[in-house]
T-cell receptor, first 114, second 114 residues
Framework: GENVEQHPSTLSVQEGDSAVIKCTYS??????FPWYKQELGKRPQLIID?????GEKKDQRIAVTLNKTAKHFSLHITETQPEDSAVYFC?????????????FGRGTQLTVWP | DGGITQSPKYLFRKEGQNVTLSCEQN?????MYWYRQDPGQGLRLIYY???????QKGDIAEGYSVSREKKESFPLTVTSAQKNPTAFYLC?????????????FGSGTQLSVL
């Protein structure tokens, strides 16, 4: 099956700075890479995703980049705000894996200090 | 968010006892999933189901059982064979599994051992 590694496990930044979270995957057949955000005490929610036919996708202050050759993808948050503080999970879905299930990374606890 | 409901919010299990976690969705989604969340472990898949009366084991199915008798319901039973059941359990649903469909999560159940 797929193996998704996520780094760092914790990240602290000052408000207004940028934050970058990186993930690697093992299955070259994976073709879909979503990012979920889980605020404290709340359920995870999809914030952005990217498909293997695209190298970069932006949505306001967040962007995701994908390097298929190196099998890694990253989440970039610019102009961070305290409300960006949460746990972020990356995931990968393999085209070849059974029934296209998602494999999640272990999560990154992002803290944005005012 | 409001389309998938988990109950109870908190659950306590005694030694040797089976307990059942409820998950109901009114989104008319075909696929449903159970994840276990432990600190620093990310989201680990226990079981998932694509269609009524069918389900597959995830990565950590030992000590758990599920049923899918109705499209809207996917209860998870934590059996006495699960020796370390204390965790936060998340149910999720999506329209399909083998496509790039986003997951909708429930609000979770915190299970603790007495």
């Amino acid at each position: 099956g797929e193996n998704v590694e996520q780094h760092p496990s914790t990240l602290s930044v000052q408000e207004g700075d940028s934050a970058v979270i990186k993930c690697t995957y093992s299955d070259s057949a994976s073709n879909y890479f979503p990012w979920y955000k889980q605020e404290l005490g709340k359920r995870p929610q999809l914030i952005i995703d990217i498909r293997s036919n695209v190298g970069e996708k932006k949505d306001q202050r967040i962007a995701v980049t994908l390097n298929k050759t190196a099998k890694h993808f990253s989440l970039h948050i610019t102009e961070t705000q305290p409300e960006d503080s949460a746990v972020y999970f990356c995931a990968a879905r393999g085209r070849g894996s059974t029934l296209g299930r998602l494999y999640f990374g272990r999560g990154t606890q992002l803290t944005v200090w005012p | 968010d409001g389309g998938i409901t988990q109950s109870p919010k908190y659950l306590f299990r005694k030694e040797g006892q089976n307990v059942t976690l409820s998950c109901e969705q009114n989104l008319n989604h075909d696929a449903m999933y159970w994840y276990r969340q432990d600190p620093g472990q990310g989201l680990r898949l226990i079981y998932y189901s694509q269609i009524v009366n069918d389900f597959q084991k995830g990565d950590i199915a030992e000590g758990y059982s599920v049923s899918r008798e109705k499209k809207e319901s996917f209860p998870l039973t934590v059996t006495s064979a699960q020796k370390n059941p204390t965790a936060f359990y998340l149910c999720a649903s999506s329209r399909k599994t083998a496509t790039n469909e986003k997951l909708f999560f429930g609000s979770g159940t915190q299970l603790s051992v007495l």
